[in-house]
C-alpha cells in the first residue's frame, strides 16, 4: 500500500513539473496550462530557427534577382534591348537556369528593368526637390543623378519593344512623369529655366546622352556622360543664347513615337 501511495505521489510530483495530469481510470494524460505554456515556448523557439533556415535561400534567391536586373539594365544600354540572354547571366555571375527561374523570356526581364529603373530615378527626382531650394539646381541634380540610374535603359518604354501599357509600369510611369515635369514647371516659372522646352525634350535628352549608339561598345565613354549633360544644362538656362528648331517635346509627344 506504501509503495502504491509513494507511486501516485511520484506521479503528482511529475505532473506539476511538466503541466500534464493523469486521468484517473483512463490512462491517459491531459496537459494543463503550464504544460502548454512550455510547449508553446519550446515551439517559439523552434520557430525563429526554422524561419532563418528557410530565409536564407529566399534571401539568396532575392541577391541573384537583383544581380540579373543590374547585369540586364547595364546591357540594354550598351548594346539594346535584344542583348543575349546568356550574356545577362553571364554578366550578373549566375547561371543561365537561374536567370529563367526568375525570368522565363525576355518580355519578362525587360518588364523588371524597366520597372526597377522606373522606381529609382523617380526617387532621385524626388530627392533632389527636397534637396534643392533653387528649382534649377533641383532639376541639375536630378538630370545627373537619373544618368547614374542608367536612365538610358528606358529606351525599351519609349520604342515599345514590350507591353507598355502593364498597369505597374503605368503607375510608375505616371509618378516619373508628374515629377520631372513639376521639376521643370517650377524652373520655368522661377524665370530660370527657359520656356520653349516642354519636359518631354528633358527626358529625350536624357535617354540619347546617358547611352552610347547599341553595339559600338565604346570603351570609356561613361566619362563624358556628365561632362555633356552639364552641356545640355547650360543651353537649358535662361536667358536663351538661341532659337529651337520645331516644337517642344511632350509627354503625349513620346506616347506616339
Same mark, same amino acid.
Given at each position: 500500500m506504501r509503495v502504491a501511495v509513494e507511486t501516485v505521489a511520484k506521479g503528482a510530483a511529475q505532473a506539476a513539473v511538466t503541466g500534464n495530469t493523469a486521468q484517473p481510470g483512463t490512462g491517459s494524460v491531459t496537459r494543463t496550462g503550464t504544460g502548454r505554456v512550455a510547449e508553446a515556448a519550446a515551439g517559439k523557439s523552434a520557430a525563429p530557427a526554422a524561419s532563418c533556415r528557410a530565409a536564407r535561400p529566399r534571401a539568396d534567391a532575392l541577391r541573384n534577382r537583383e544581380r540579373i536586373v543590374s547585369a540586364a539594365r547595364e546591357l540594354f544600354v550598351e548594346f539594346g534591348p535584344d542583348v543575349a540572354l546568356d550574356d545577362v547571366a553571364r554578366r550578373a555571375g549566375v547561371g543561365n537556369a537561374t536567370l529563367y527561374r526568375n525570368f522565363p523570356d525576355r518580355a519578362a526581364l525587360t518588364h523588371e528593368v524597366v520597372l526597377a529603373v522606373t522606381s529609382r530615378t523617380t526617387l532621385r527626382a524626388e530627392e533632389a526637390v527636397a534637396a534643392?531650394?533653387?528649382?534649377?539646381?533641383?532639376?541639375?541634380?536630378?538630370?545627373?543623378?537619373?544618368?547614374?540610374?542608367?536612365?538610358?535603359?528606358?529606351?525599351?518604354?519609349?520604342? *515599345?519593344? #514590350?507591353?507598355? /501599357?502593364?498597369? /505597374?509600369?503605368?503607375?510608375?510611369?505616371?509618378?516619373?512623369?508628374?515629377? %520631372?515635369?513639376?521639376? %521643370?514647371?517650377?524652373? @520655368?516659372?522661377?524665370?530660370? =529655366?527657359? $520656356?520653349?522646352?516642354?519636359? *518631354? /525634350? %528633358?527626358? %529625350?535628352?536624357?535617354?540619347? =546622352? $546617358?547611352?552610347?549608339?547599341? *553595339?559600338?561598345?565604346? @570603351? *570609356?565613354? /561613361?566619362? #563624358?556622360?556628365?561632362?555633356?549633360?552639364?552641356? #545640355?544644362?547650360?543651353? =537649358?538656362? $535662361?536667358?536663351?543664347?538661341s532659337e529651337l528648331p520645331g516644337s517642344a517635346a511632350t509627354l503625349e509627344d513620346l506616347r506616339r513615337s
Open positions: 534643392e531650394s533653387d528649382p534649377f539646381a533641383a532639376l541639375s541634380r536630378f538630370v545627373h543623378a537619373a544618368a547614374d540610374e542608367r536612365i538610358g535603359a528606358l529606351c525599351p518604354m519609349i520604342s *515599345g519593344v #514590350f507591353d507598355k /501599357d502593364h498597369p /505597374d509600369l503605368l503607375a510608375e510611369r505616371d509618378r516619373l512623369e508628374e515629377t %520631372v515635369a513639376g521639376l %521643370v514647371s517650377r524652373a @520655368q516659372s522661377a524665370g530660370r =529655366l527657359r $520656356t520653349d522646352i516642354a519636359v *518631354g /525634350d %528633358v527626358l %529625350v535628352a536624357l535617354s540619347q =546622352l $546617358t547611352r552610347p549608339l547599341p *553595339g559600338i561598345a565604346c @570603351q *570609356g565613354i /561613361d566619362r #563624358f556622360t556628365h561632362r555633356h549633360l552639364q552641356l #545640355f544644362l547650360d543651353g =537649358l538656362e $535662361t536667358p536663351a543664347r
